[in-house]
C-alpha cells in the first residue's frame, strides 16, 4: 500500500512538472502509437505513428520496469531501464519517460547529465541514498535519502546517486520530463570517447600527466 502511495506521489509530481518544462514538441493529435514494425526510413522528433484506428490497450502499458536490473553489468554498480518506444509504443510523443534504477550495495549512478530533460526521483527500498547535483556555479546540492523520499534534479545538470549501505541495494523509480531524455557519463564522456580526446587537452584540464590519463582510460574501459 506504501508502494502504491509513493508511486502515485511520483506520478502526480511528474505531471507537474511537465507542465512546467516541456522540452519535447506537444502533440497534434491524442496519442502517436510509434510504429516498431516498420524500418524507418526518415528521422523526425519521435517515432513514426501507425494508424490511430489500430491502438489497443497494450500499447499503452509495460512491465518493462518490473524486473531488477544486472547491476553487474558494469564497473560502477548500477543498472537503469528505462521505458522507450519498443517497450511502451504508446508514450511516443508525449514528452515524459519513465526509469528503473537498480544500484547495488556501495554502488554509485556517476556523475551525468540529461542534456533534455528535468528528472524526479522517488527512492522506493533500500538502505541510505546520497543524491546531488551541481548547478553552473559549481555548488554542490545533495542530500541523504531515506526510503519514500523524493529529489528532483534539473535539466542538463551533473547529478549522481550514490548507495552508502554496505549490505542492501537500492531502487529508485525515475520521471523524466522528455520521451528522449539522453544521458552523458562525465568521465566515460571525457576519458573513453571515440575517437579519443587528445592526452594534452585532457593533462592540462585536469592537471594529471601522461601515465594518469593512460591509467584512466583503461579503468573506464577507453
Given at each position: 500500500?506504501r508502494?502504491?502511495s509513493?508511486?502515485?506521489?511520483?506520478?502526480?509530481?511528474l505531471?507537474l512538472l511537465?507542465?512546467v518544462?516541456k522540452?519535447d514538441?506537444?502533440?497534434?493529435?491524442?496519442?502517436?502509437i510509434?510504429?516498431t514494425?516498420?524500418?524507418?526510413?526518415?528521422?523526425?522528433?519521435g517515432?513514426?505513428?501507425?494508424?490511430?484506428?489500430l491502438?489497443?490497450?497494450?500499447?499503452?502499458?509495460t512491465s518493462?520496469?518490473?524486473k531488477?536490473g544486472?547491476?553487474?553489468?558494469?564497473?560502477f554498480?548500477f543498472?537503469?531501464?528505462?521505458?522507450?518506444t519498443?517497450?511502451l509504443?504508446?508514450?511516443?510523443?508525449?514528452?515524459?519517460?519513465m526509469a528503473?534504477?537498480d544500484i547495488?550495495?556501495?554502488?554509485?549512478?556517476?556523475?551525468?547529465?540529461?542534456p533534455?530533460?528535468?528528472e524526479v526521483?522517488?527512492?522506493?527500498?533500500?538502505?541510505?541514498?546520497?543524491?546531488g547535483?551541481?548547478?553552473t556555479?559549481n555548488h554542490?546540492?545533495a542530500?541523504k535519502?531515506?526510503?519514500?523520499?523524493?529529489?528532483?534534479f534539473?535539466?542538463?545538470?551533473i547529478?549522481?546517486l550514490?548507495?552508502?549501505d554496505?549490505?542492501?541495494?537500492?531502487?529508485?523509480?525515475?520521471?523524466?520530463?522528455?520521451?528522449?531524455?539522453?544521458?552523458q557519463?562525465a568521465s566515460?564522456a571525457t576519458?573513453?570517447?571515440?575517437?579519443?580526446?587528445?592526452?594534452?587537452?585532457?593533462?592540462?584540464?585536469?592537471?594529471?600527466?601522461?601515465?594518469?590519463?593512460?591509467?584512466?582510460?583503461k579503468n573506464?574501459g577507453?
Amino acid at each position: 500500500m506504501r508502494t502504491g502511495s509513493l508511486l502515485l506521489q511520483l506520478f502526480l509530481t511528474l505531471i507537474l512538472l511537465t507542465g512546467v518544462v516541456k522540452p519535447d514538441i506537444d502533440p497534434l493529435q491524442d496519442y502517436c502509437i510509434a510504429d516498431t514494425n516498420n524500418p524507418q526510413t526518415f528521422f523526425c522528433n519521435g517515432v513514426p505513428c501507425i494508424n490511430p484506428a489500430l491502438a489497443k490497450f497494450s500499447h499503452f502499458g509495460t512491465s518493462a520496469l518490473s524486473k531488477p536490473g544486472n547491476t553487474q553489468a558494469n564497473p560502477f554498480g548500477f543498472n537503469v531501464t528505462l521505458t522507450n518506444t519498443l517497450n511502451l509504443p504508446g508514450f511516443n510523443t508525449l514528452g515524459l519517460a519513465m526509469a528503473r534504477v537498480d544500484i547495488a550495495a556501495k554502488g554509485l549512478v556517476p556523475p551525468h547529465a540529461h542534456p533534455r530533460a528535468s528528472e524526479v526521483n522517488i527512492f522506493l527500498s533500500g538502505g541510505t541514498l546520497l543524491v546531488g547535483f551541481v548547478n553552473t556555479s559549481n555548488h554542490l546540492f545533495a542530500q541523504k535519502l531515506n526510503p519514500g523520499d523524493l529529489f528532483v534534479f534539473p535539466k542538463g545538470l551533473i547529478h549522481f546517486l550514490y548507495n552508502i549501505d554496505s549490505k542492501v541495494p537500492a531502487l529508485v523509480v525515475s520521471g523524466l520530463s522528455s520521451q528522449n531524455p539522453g544521458a552523458q557519463i562525465a568521465s566515460l564522456a571525457t576519458f573513453a570517447s571515440r575517437p579519443a580526446i587528445l592526452d594534452e587537452i585532457l593533462k592540462k584540464a585536469f592537471k594529471i600527466n601522461s601515465q594518469d590519463v593512460t591509467r584512466i582510460r583503461k579503468n573506464l574501459g577507453g
